[in-house]
């Protein structure tokens, strides 16, 4: 999880999308770069491509920019996101790099050039990298975490994630739940306001190919299987709501 960092009426908007056909997702939905890939047949994103080459990123968008905080009012949106991800050994190589989910103002929209392996498609190659070993993080404009926990990585596992901030506590949580019936927790207190503009782009990022620290060639498939966004804003008419209920 991470974030790179007129009067309005109470406004609200309310988006409710219910994909059943990932062709509507794919055109409509989310918008894909560089080796991101979507599948018709099974409703699955692939957030990059390890076939594709060895320093493979992807990054997939919601298409439509989200309001994260009101400028008239200073009020922040609470959210709450749930997605279901596997991640998969390729062929005969080492796994390596990762993904993210991650909120970004709009103008950084687009995949840095040089951000593959560590970097996770979010930072150049001029930055410090994370954590090398497997773990969960909170990161704030940096790929250095605030707060990480470990991570149980089983190959083609299916893991369920829960996102959720609240506005009043500044308090960013995550839930991590495994196949087994166990969880990892971890949480953050964060001044959305103070580290992002008043409408972002939200999606997920990710490499799956690079070049370990033994120059061996490191790859590994990231999938989401599924992937829902809520979001409450009061404004000064109306309460913004966006419900995006992707596949």
């Known amino acids: 999880m991470a974030f790179f960092p007129t009067n309005q009426n109470l406004f609200s908007v309310v988006l409710a999308i219910f994909i059943t056909s990932f062709l509507l997702l794919a055109t409509e939905l989310v918008n894909s770069q560089k080796t991101c890939r979507v599948f018709l047949h099974s409703g699955i994103l692939l957030i990059s491509n390890p076939a594709y080459d060895k320093y493979g990123s992807g990054r997939a968008l919601y298409s439509t920019p989200v309001p ?43 995949i840095p050039p040089t951000s593959y392996g560590a970097n996770l498609g979010v930072v150049d190659d001029n930055n410090a990298y994370n954590q090398f070993y497997k773990h969960i993080g909170i990161n704030v404009g940096s790929l250095i975490s605030l707060r990480t926990v470990k991570w149980n990585r089983v190959s083609g596992a299916l893991v369920d994630v829960n996102i959720s901030y609240d506005s009043l506590s500044k308090t960013l949580n995550v839930i991590v739940s495994y196949p087994d019936g166990t969880f990892s927790t971890i949480a953050q207190v964060i001044d959305l306001k103070a580290v992002l503009p008043d409408t972002v782009r939200i999606g997920f990022s990710g490499t799956s190919s690079s070049v ?30 966006d419900n995006i209920a992707s596949f």
């Open 68 to 110: 994260i905080w009101d400028k008239t009012t200073g009020n922040v949106a609470s959210f709450v996101t749930s997605f279901t991800f596997q991640v998969s050994n390729f062929k005969n190589f080492y796994p390596g790099s990762g993904f993210i989910f991650f909120l970004t103002p709009t103008d950084k929209a687009n």
């Open 212 to 241: 370990g620290t033994n120059l061996t060639q490191v790859r590994q498939l990231q999938y989401i299987h599924s992937w829902s966004f809520k979001s409450n804003l009061a404004t000064t008419k109306t309460t913004i709501s």
